[in-house]
């Protein structure tokens, strides 16, 4: 793992992200069901919390019920929690869109947006991550290089502004967040 995360490491922003997207609202991504979702019409939340998701990983089930925790206790407070389903890591999320979305339905009943399936690394990766990837910790400006997303349910945390925030990474369970939600509703 650690020469593919050398190898993407070393992509400086000027050739891997040199169309990198300037403004959170400007983006879009289709849903889970191929809709697709212009970011601007969701302005007018007041915090934002996009995690890259797995079905079969260890963390799938805490961090499902967790963010579906955080909708249900923040979302009519202006928290809009925005999932992305990826297979980047041990192949984690094998399935197409329609069994994705089945089998979080089943499981989860969440009420927050599931996308369609995306890379978050690499060669073809969405603009949405590359947007956060760019203006987040991931952007080692020392060295001029943009780090990878390194597993699944990593998250970032973006005010009503557009602006990231925060990023954790996947060890930590989805509450571990509140207080940074808490503020930026506030």
């Given at each position: 793992?650690?020469?593919?995360?050398?190898?993407?490491?070393?992509?400086?922003?000027?050739?891997?992200?040199?169309?990198?997207?300037?403004?959170?609202?400007?983006?879009?991504?289709?849903?889970?069901?191929?809709?697709?979702?212009?970011?601007?019409?969701?302005?007018?939340?007041?915090?934002?919390?996009?995690?890259?998701?797995?079905?079969?990983?260890?963390?799938?089930?805490?961090?499902?019920?967790?963010?579906?925790?955080?909708?249900?206790?923040?979302?009519?407070?202006?928290?809009?929690?925005?999932?992305?389903?990826?297979?980047?890591?041990?192949?984690?999320e094998?399935?197409?869109?329609?069994?994705?979305?089945?089998?979080?339905?089943?499981?989860?009943?969440?009420?927050?947006p599931?996308?369609e399936?995306?890379?978050?690394?690499?060669?073809?990766?969405?603009?949405v991550?590359?947007?956060?990837?760019?203006?987040?910790?991931?952007?080692?400006?020392?060295?001029?290089?943009?780090?990878?997303?390194t597993?699944?349910?990593?998250?970032?945390?973006?005010?009503?502004?557009?602006?990231?925030?925060?990023?954790?990474?996947?060890?930590?369970?989805?509450?571990?967040?509140?207080?940074?939600?808490?503020e930026?509703?506030?």
């Amino acid at each position: 793992m650690k020469k593919r995360i050398r190898k993407i490491q070393s992509e400086a922003p000027d050739d891997y992200f040199e169309d990198y997207p300037k403004d959170f609202f400007s983006l879009s991504a289709r849903d889970i069901e191929g809709s697709l979702i212009e970011f601007k019409t969701l302005q007018g939340q007041r915090a934002f919390l996009v995690v890259n998701v797995a079905s079969k990983c260890d963390y799938t089930e805490l961090s499902y019920k967790g963010l579906q925790a955080l909708q249900e206790k923040y979302g009519e407070k202006g928290l809009q929690i925005l999932a992305f389903p990826c297979n980047q890591f041990d192949f984690q999320e094998p399935w197409d869109n329609p069994i994705i979305k089945k089998y979080v339905d089943e499981h989860f009943k969440i009420t927050f947006p599931l996308f369609e399936k995306i890379d978050v690394n690499g060669s073809k990766t969405h603009d949405v991550y590359k947007f956060l990837r760019y203006h987040s910790a991931c952007r080692l400006a020392a060295s001029n290089t943009i780090a990878p997303i390194t597993w699944n349910f990593s998250k970032f945390l973006i005010d009503r502004d557009g602006r990231v925030m925060k990023m954790i990474t996947c060890e930590r369970e989805p509450e571990k967040m509140e207080k940074s939600i808490r503020e930026l509703l506030e």
